[in-house]
C-alpha cells in the first residue's frame, strides 16, 4: 500500500464552504477507490496524506495537483506502508484559518487525530503544520 503526503498552498483564503466541497467530494471518491487519509486545511495551506493502492493513490494525487482551488503543491513524503495509518476514514478532516475553526484549537485537535498513528514522522507532519498555522493566526 502506498502512502503520500503532500501539502499545498490555497488561491485564495480557505472557508468554510470550500472545505465541504472538498470534504464531500473527497468521502465520496475515496470510499468508491480504497483510499483513506487526513486532510487539514489551515489558512492558505492544505496538508493531506492519502493511503491505498499505489496507482489509484497517484491518480488522486495527480487530479489534486490540476484542482484550480490551489497550487504549488509539494510532495513531502511517498513510501509503502504494511498497514494504514487512518483506518477506516474515507477522509479525515479538521481545519482552521479564515472563518473556520478557532487556530488555538487547531493543535489540540490534530494532535489528538494523530495520535493513535504509528508513524512518528507523519504525526510530526501533521502537529507541526497545525502549530504553524495557530501560530500564524
Not at 11 to 23: F, G, K, N, S, V
Not at 40 to 54: C, D, H, K, T, Y
Request: aromatic share 8%; glycine share 8%.
Amino acid at each position: 500500500m502506498l502512502q503520500l503526503v503532500y501539502i499545498s498552498t490555497a488561491r485564495h483564503p480557505i472557508t468554510e464552504a470550500c472545505c465541504r466541497d472538498i470534504l464531500t467530494t473527497s468521502k465520496k471518491n475515496n470510499l468508491r477507490v480504497g483510499i483513506t487519509g487526513l486532510l487539514v486545511a489551515g489558512q492558505r495551506r492544505f496538508l493531506q496524506a492519502l493511503e491505498g493502492q499505489p496507482d489509484v493513490v497517484r491518480s488522486t494525487y495527480k487530479k489534486i495537483t490540476s484542482d484550480p482551488r490551489h497550487y504549488a503543491c509539494v510532495l513531502l513524503s511517498e513510501q509503502y506502508v504494511d498497514d494504514r495509518q487512518f483506518g477506516d476514514w474515507a477522509m479525515g478532516f479538521c481545519s482552521g484559518g479564515g472563518d473556520l475553526s478557532d487556530d488555538a484549537q487547531l493543535a489540540a485537535i490534530v494532535t489528538s487525530l494523530v495520535d493513535p498513528v504509528g508513524d512518528a514522522n507523519l504525526r510530526a507532519h501533521f502537529i507541526g503544520f497545525a502549530e504553524l498555522q495557530s501560530r500564524a493566526a
